[in-house]
C-alpha cells in the first residue's frame, strides 16, 4: 500500500493519539529491557543461588504478562474502540453528502453500502502495525540475548520460525481444500438438477446411469479431498498443541549437550523463553498476512473519502413566510447519463395535498429525497422499501417516545390501516420482537407500519413524503389511507404515484416533464 495512504489514514483518525502511541512505545520497549534485564540476572545467579534466579524468571513473567494486557488493552481502548465512532461519522458524512447516493443512484448507493463496513475492518490496522512493532521488538530482544549467551541457542529461534510457516502454509492449504469440497458438492447438486430435469422434460431413460456415473466420480474426487483435509487437520492440531513442549524438549537436549547435569532453573528459564519465542514468531507471521489485506481496506476507505459526488446537484432554498411552508426554486440535479431536474420550481403551503406523477425514471422519487435531505427538521418519510429493526414492535414505532402515551393513537391508526389482523397475530402484541427472518410480513403490511410510526413519531413536522405508498396495498385500503390523511389539516402531503385514480383524490397534482415541476 501507498505511504500516502497510510499517512492520510493516521491524520484523519490518530492525530490526537500521540501520547496514547508514545505511551504504548514505551511500554514495548520496558518489556523488551524488562526480558534482558532476567537474561543478565539469571546470568549472574545461575551457579549460585538457584531459589534467586527460580525468583527473578517468576518475577520477569509477572511483569511481561502484566505489560502485555496493559498494552492490549490501551491499544483496544484507545487505537480500536475510540477511533471507530469517528471512521464511522466519516464515511456516513460521505454518503450523506454523495449526492449520487442520496437521490437513488441504487449501483453506487451499493457500492457505498460495502465502503460503509470497512470501518469495522480497518480499525485494527493500525493497532496491528503497533502489534507487529511490539512482537518484533520482543523477538529480537530475545533472539540477540540467546545469540550472546550461546550462538547455538539460535537454533530455537529457527525452529520457531520453521514450525510457523509450516503451520500457516498448512493452514492455507487446508482452505483451499476446503474450497475445493464446496465447489464439488455444489458441482454435484448442477449436475443433479440438470438430469433431473432431463429425466422430467424429456425423458431420458439413460438419465438415471449418467446421474449415477457423474455423481460417483465426485464423490470420489469428494472423499480424495477429504482424507487430505482431514490427515493435514489432524498433523496442524498436533503440531500446534505440542509447538511449545517441541521447543522445550530441544531447549532441553540442546542444555544437555553442553553440560552433564541441567539445572531445575534452567528448565524454568527455556519454558519462559521458548513460549516467548513461540509467541512472537507466530504473530509475526500471522501479523504481516494480517496488515497486507487490511492495508488494501484502509486504501478503499481513503479512496471513497476522496471521491467526488458522481451527481451534480443545486437549489435556491427561500425563506418562507406566511402560509408557505416549502419553496425551493432554481432545482438543478443531472448524472453522468442524464438531466433530471433544469432549474425547475416547487411550492408547497401549509396542509396542502399534492401528488406527484411522471413517467418511470422522470424524477419523482428523487423529487422527495431532495425534499428531505433539503428540509430534514420540516419532513418524515415513507419510502418505497420502509425498514422495520430487529427490536420490539412498539419500539418500532416510537423509538425513544413514550408507548404508552401514545398508545390510543396507535391503536386507532392500526384499526384505520386495517393492521388488526396482523396485530392478532402477533404472540406477543406491541411487545413481539420484529425478526424478519422468522416473521412473514407483507410489503403491504410494512409499509403501513411505517406510515404509523411517520403519523405517531414524527407528529410535529408540517410535511409528509409518501414514495409509491399505493403500490403495496390494494384500492380499497389505500382509499382509507388517503382519506384519513386529508383530515389533518394543517399536515401537508406529498405522494408519488402512478395511478390516475389515486392522484385525483388531492388537492393539486404534480407532473413531471421535461425536467420541469409542472402543475397538471
Not at 432549474?343 to 422522470?362: D, F, H, P, R, Y
Not at 419523482?364 to 420540516?378: D, F, G, N, Q
Amino acid at each position: 500500500m501507498k505511504t500516502n495512504y497510510i499517512r492520510k489514514y493516521k491524520k484523519l483518525y490518530y492525530n490526537d493519539k500521540k501520547l496514547i502511541v508514545l505511551c504504548i512505545f514505551i511500554l514495548h520497549i520496558l518489556s523488551a529491557i524488562v526480558l534482558a534485564i532476567n537474561a543478565f540476572v539469571s546470568r549472574i545467579f545461575t551457579n549460585q543461588n538457584q531459589f534467586i534466579y527460580l525468583a527473578c524468571t517468576a518475577i520477569t513473567m509477572f511483569i511481561y504478562s502484566v505489560l502485555t494486557i496493559s498494552l492490549n488493552l490501551l491499544g483496544e481502548k484507545y487505537l480500536m474502540f475510540q477511533p471507530l465512532s469517528k471512521i464511522m461519522q466519516k464515511s456516513f458524512e460521505k454518503c450523506t453528502n454523495d449526492s449520487s447516493v442520496i437521490f437513488g443512484n441504487s449501483q453506487a448507493g451499493s457500492g457505498i453500502f460495502s465502503i460503509m463496513s470497512l470501518p469495522q475492518t480497518i480499525i485494527s490496522f493500525y493497532f496491528a502495525r503497533i502489534s507487529l512493532f511490539s512482537n518484533m521488538l520482543i523477538f529480537v530482544t530475545v533472539s540477540t540475548i540467546l545469540f550472546l549467551f550461546s550462538p547455538f541457542a539460535l537454533f530455537l529461534v529457527a525452529i520457531s520460525i520453521g514450525l510457523d510457516l509450516f503451520l500457516f502454509i498448512s493452514r492455507k492449504k487446508f482452505e483451499s481444500y476446503r474450497q475445493e469440497i464446496d465447489e464439488n458438492g455444489l458441482e454435484s447438486q448442477i449436475i443433479t438438477q440438470d438430469v433431473f430435469d432431463a429425466i422430467v422434460s424429456v425423458k431420458l431413460n439413460a438419465a438415471d446411469e449418467v446421474c449415477a456415473y457423474l455423481i460417483d466420480e465426485k464423490n470420489r474426487k469428494e472423499l480424495n479431498v477429504s482424507v487430505k483435509m482431514s490427515n493435514l487437520e489432524k498433523v496442524v492440531n498436533t503440531i500446534t498443541q505440542l509447538k511449545s513442549l517441541i521447543m522445550q524438549m530441544f531447549g532441553v537436549l540442546f542444555l544437555y549437550s553442553f553440560s552433564d547435569y541441567i539445572l531445575i532453573s534452567d528448565i524454568a528459564n527455556i519454558m519462559f523463553i521458548s513460549s516467548i519465542i513461540s509467541s512472537t514468531s507466530n504473530n509475526i507471521i500471522h501479523g504481516i498476512i494480517d496488515i497486507k489485506t487490511l492495508s488494501l481496506s484502509v486504501s478503499r476507505h481513503i479512496d471513497f473519502l476522496n471521491t467526488k459526488n458522481k451527481a451534480e446537484y443545486s437549489l435556491e432554498k427561500r425563506q418562507i413566510h406566511d402560509n408557505t411552508i416549502l419553496d425551493l426554486q432554481n432545482i438543478q440535479y443531472k448524472t453522468a447519463e442524464k438531466t433530471i431536474f433544469d432549474n425547475a420550481c416547487l411550492k408547497i403551503v401549509k396542509g396542502e395535498k399534492v401528488a406527484i406523477t411522471g413517467q418511470n425514471g422522470s424524477g419523482k422519487s428523487t423529487l422527495l429525497k431532495i425534499i428531505a435531505h433539503t428540509c430534514p427538521e420540516r419532513v418524515t418519510a415513507v419510502w418505497s422499501k420502509p425498514h422495520l429493526f430487529n427490536l420490539s414492535l412498539k419500539t418500532n414505532l416510537v423509538f425513544n417516545k413514550d408507548f404508552d402515551i401514545n398508545r390510543e393513537k396507535i391503536e386507532k391508526l392500526c384499526t384505520e390501516f386495517e393492521l388488526n389482523t396482523f396485530f392478532n397475530s402477533l404472540p406477543n402484541g406491541f411487545d413481539t420482537k420484529i425478526d424478519m427472518n422468522q416473521m412473514t410480513i407483507s410489503d403491504g403490511e410494512n409499509m403501513r407500519l411505517a406510515l404509523v410510526r411517520s403519523l405517531v413519531y414524527n407528529s410535529e413536522v408540517p410535511i409528509i413524503l409518501l414514495d409509491e405508498f399505493s403500490r403495496s396495498v390494494d384500492s380499497a385500503i389505500e382509499t382509507k389511507i388517503i382519506k384519513h390523511l386529508l383530515s389533518y389539516k394543517d399536515l401537508a402531503v406529498i405522494a408519488v404515484t402512478n395511478r390516475t385514480a389515486t392522484a385525483q383524490l388531492f388537492d393539486k397534482i404534480y407532473c413531471i416533464d421535461q425536467n420541469q415541476i409542472k402543475v397538471c
